[in-house]
């Protein structure tokens, strides 16, 4: 489905991105481990639109989309829950959500797609009047899933959607990430809680300083005992 190929990124001369290759595929979770600084959210933020790459290709569905804009992909399917949420704090939850479907014309399909975000996210349809700004940082971060979501992404792109929450609501977070795959949704993930990340995964990726240093599925890295000294207190 996503296909990243010898990427190659860069900020000024610092090279961050250094000829990573990476697949997503169809139906699949896939996550990318690694410490702050090892280059997860620049290969994100790059495969969505938002970064230019130096050299390499990204592909969906083997269309070179490289140098597209963001919104084809978002055209294209690719739907992205930044870093840090990143909601509209002065417009409300429901306005929040609808501008996840700027790009829609069906009517019907919207609102269908509004009830399922508020089945997912009960909380959100009971806070649905409230500005973002005054929602908890749980909240936040389930508007800011459901808000990619209403695009109806085929591929989810989610930058550390456990940051700063309490370990219930981790859980919880986590409980319907699985939820929103079932559906069908390929899921491309980036979590600093390794544990949990490596759980739900199909296939995962360690990055460290740029490169992809060990790849493998979600129970063989759980198994490794480099990743459990480095990544899960082992």
Known sequence: MLEIKDLYVHFGVINAIKGISLKVNDGNIVTLIGANGAGKTTTLRTASGLKKPASGQILLDDEDITHTSAQYRVQRGISHAPEGRRVFPTMTVLENLELGAFLR????????????????????????????????????????????????????????????????LVQEIFRIIRDINSTGTTILLIEQNASMALQIADYAYVMETGSIVISGSGAELMQSEDIKKAYLGG
């Not at 009517?107 to 508020?118: F, M």
């Open 105 to 168: 014309k069906d009517k019907q399909g919207i609102k269908a797609d509004l009830k399922r975000v508020y089945e997912l996210f009960p909380r959100l349809h009971e806070r649905r009047r409230q500005s973002a700004g005054t929602l908890s940082g749980g909240e936040q971060q389930m508007l800011a899933i459901g808000r990619a979501l209403m695009s109806r992404p085929r591929i989810l792109f989610l930058d550390e959607p456990s940051m700063g929450l309490a370990p219930l």
